[in-house]
Nanobody
Framework: QVQLVESGGGLVQPGGSLRLSCAASRNIAHVYYMGWFRQAQWKEREAVALITTGEGPNYKDSVKGRFTVSRDDANNILYLQMDNLQLEDTAVYYC??????????WGGGTVVTVSG
């Protein structure tokens, strides 16, 4: 089992920034991938940014150039730096951990609200 705890969500105006963190209870250095997903009201959950071990990050097209995903393997933390936030970024953001057996683990989510 892996416990994931997200933090850093909040209310921000358009153009503002937030940094999300995800603390994992297990070592993440050899995970298959970790990433951030989000789910807006009335919409399906979607991938926002993923880091596959040994490869570069991948981003949803609409967040490229605005969001940056990074990992601190020494402390088992995943980050998502979100800049120039837009109204359409409003959602619950979830941390995801996929191990090398293909099992997925999810955090409880953190709410990001972009409102002017």
């Amino acid at each position: 089992q892996v416990q994931l705890v997200e933090s850093g969500g909040g209310l921000v105006q358009p153009g503002g920034s937030l940094r999300l963190s995800c603390a994992a209870s297990r070592n993440i250095a050899h995970v298959y991938y970790m990433g951030w997903f989000r789910q807006a009201q009335w919409k399906e959950r979607e991938a926002v940014a993923l880091i596959t071990t040994g490869e570069g990050p991948n981003y949803k097209d609409s967040v490229k150039g605005r969001f940056t995903v990074s990992r601190d393997d020494a402390n088992n933390i995943l980050y998502l730096q979100m800049d120039n936030l837009q109204l359409e970024d409003t959602a619950v953001y979830y941390c995801n951990y996929r191990d090398r057996l293909g099992f997925d683990y999810w955090g409880g989510g953190t709410v990001v609200t972009v409102s002017g």
